[in-house]
């Protein structure tokens, strides 16, 4: 069965200073992999996915992610971290031709000045 | 262009209440979704629909969960009657199908809380 891992709860760092977050999924086949941002009150909003091709994936905000088969991992970063990256960021893992995804438990950043 | 919205964005009710949330996606997204979000969990999967058919809802709690997408536009989350432990963030999202490449676009949640 497919499963997410996201091992860190909370999440804190200083404005300015790089940031990585740590995704590991479980999935039998290859995965189509996702990183959502959650600012409160607000809905998920998609920063990356990564589905084939090239394992460093860029996305919106300055975020890139690192598909990395042996580990089975996915893990997100940010070489400077701005105050308005304070959320909670979530990895998803879908399965190929079932329209779903599996969500971890996610992480939430605090960021101080 | 407009996003997912979903009213109300609060409810307090008692338990043994029914409660209802509304979800209006994007236009032209085929797709919906209702998820489940308990407090510092990811969201989970309740019901899928593919425009009036609900194709995927093995999730949801029969008993006091129902769901309808009249016209393959709009949808409604029911609970009846409502518990303690439905206290969650209800999350609606939609997208154009075609499989999990697509991207799936999330309106802000409903916040349910029983009392």
């Known amino acids: 069965a497919q499963s997410v891992t996201q091992p860190d709860i909370h999440i804190t760092v200083s404005e300015g200073a790089s940031l990585e977050l740590r995704c590991n999924y479980s999935?039998?086949?290859?995965?189509?992999l996702f990183w959502y941002v959650q600012s409160p009150g607000q809905g998920l909003q998609l920063l990356l996915k990564y589905f084939s091709g090239d394992t460093l994936v860029q996305g919106i905000k300055g975020f890139e992610a690192e598909f990395k088969r042996s580990q089975s991992s996915f893990n997100l970063r940010k070489p400077s971290v701005h105050w308005s990256d304070a959320a909670e960021y979530f990895c998803?893992?879908?399965?190929?031709?079932?329209?779903?995804?599996?969500f971890g438990t996610g992480t939430r950043l605090q960021v101080f000045p | 262009e407009a996003g997912v919205v979903q009213s109300p964005r609060y409810k307090i009710i008692e338990k043994k209440q029914p409660v209802a949330f509304w979800c209006n996606p994007i236009?032209?997204?085929?797709?919906l979704y209702w998820y489940l979000q308990n407090l510092g969990q990811g969201p989970e999967l309740l019901i899928r629909y593919e425009n009036e058919e609900a194709v995927d809802d093995s999730q949801l709690p029969k008993d006091r969960f129902s769901a309808e997408r009249l016209k393959g536009v709009d949808s409604t989350l029911k609970i009846q009657p409502a518990e303690l432990g439905d206290s969650a963030v209800y999350l609606c999202a939609s997208s154009t199908g075609q499989g999990t490449a697509n991207e799936q676009f999330f309106g802000p949640g409903t916040r349910l809380t029983v009392l």
């Open positions: 236009s032209g997204h085929n797709t």
């Open positions: 999935y039998g086949a290859t995965p189509y």
């Open positions: 998803a893992v879908g399965a190929w031709g079932t329209d779903k995804l599996i």
